[in-house]
């Protein structure tokens, strides 16, 4: 695992009771220890070279609320289930504390989920800032990013600038990713080990043109030709107006999704595939 660095005591106050398992069962117990990253396109930027038609994104707040990371078996029994909620600051470096697991039974727990929701009074920070929180508490917010992106086009470079907010609560089910170079779904307790796991964001998705093929590019004109007043700023208001039919650069698929018509709803539903597992490791994402 990467180094972590956080307020560990923030993080260990969101205990959460194992409640399947045990030191003394024949099969032994471990531990399982979740952290979270943004990886280097929320920490630095979303190259040019990135994306297909040449803007670079460099985000100045990414922030995010975790709660009810949960471990299961295929069968249904909960081990352990995360109490609270952590507010984070992905621009901040590095990876980031979650919450540990200890004292579960060691064996495959194949169920492993958790959730992105709305802030609460209690939710604690890493990274966040209380003004950082009030902003999410006030907004009913899951997801806020603010961002700067920019063009150069031969006589100068153009700016657009992101203030963006989701109140879309999600969870991330039945996660799995590359263990020791095999995918392997949910997490793997051994008998007096600790499987670190990764909650991993993805900062670009915010700029895919297609919400469910594996083929969809990044890519920032259509949402920079969204800014109607010509002001700097791209609001999620004037995203709405553009229909995705209308996108000369398009087609924007939205797969199976439905009553997606617009750049606003595109973006807001892109929200909810940020949540990723050991790096590129997948989820279901659904409504909690």
């Known amino acids: 695992m990467r180094i972590t660095k956080g307020p560990w005591v923030a993080a260990a106050t969101l205990a959460a009771a194992a409640l399947a398992g045990c030191g003394e069962d024949e099969a032994g117990a471990g531990s399982v220890a979740f952290s979270t990253w943004g990886e280097e396109y929320i920490e630095q930027e979303i190259p040019a070279a990135d994306l297909a038609d040449g803007w670079s994104i460099q985000y100045e707040k990414f922030l995010f609320v975790v709660r009810n990371v949960t471990v299961a078996d295929r069968e249904g029994n909960v081990g352990a289930r995360m109490q609270g909620s952590i507010l984070f600051d992905h621009t901040k470096a590095g990876a980031k504390p979650v919450v540990t697991f200890d004292d579960l039974e060691a064996k495959p727990w194949e169920a492993v989920s958790y959730e992105i929701g709305p802030a609460d009074a209690d939710t604690a920070l890493d990274g966040a800032t209380e003004e950082d929180k009030a902003l999410m508490l006030a907004a009913g917010a899951s997801v ?12 100068g470079e ?53 919400l469910q093929a594996a083929t969809a590019a990044r890519r920032f004109a259509p949402i920079a030709a969204a800014d109607a007043d010509d002001d700097g700023a791209v609001t999620l208001e004037e995203l709405a107006a553009v229909r995705l039919v209308a996108i000369k650069e398009g087609p924007y698929g939205t797969g199976s999704a439905g009553n997606i018509n ?27």
């Open 144 to 155: 806020h990013i603010e961002a700067i992106a920019r063009k150069s086009d031969g006589g």
């Open 158 to 210: 153009v700016e657009k600038r992101l203030d963006w907010t989701f109140s879309l609560a999600t969870r991330y089910a039945d996660c799995k990713g590359d263990k020791a170079g095999k995918e392997t779904d949910g997490v793997l307790v051994t008998n007096g080990g600790t499987d670190d796991v990764e909650l991993t964001i993805h900062g670009d998705h915010f700029f895919y043109d297609d």
């Open 262 to 288: 617009d750049l606003g709803a595109f973006v807001a539903a892109l929200s909810r595939t940020i949540g990723h597992f050991r790096g590129e490791g997948e989820c279901v994402s659904e409504g909690p």
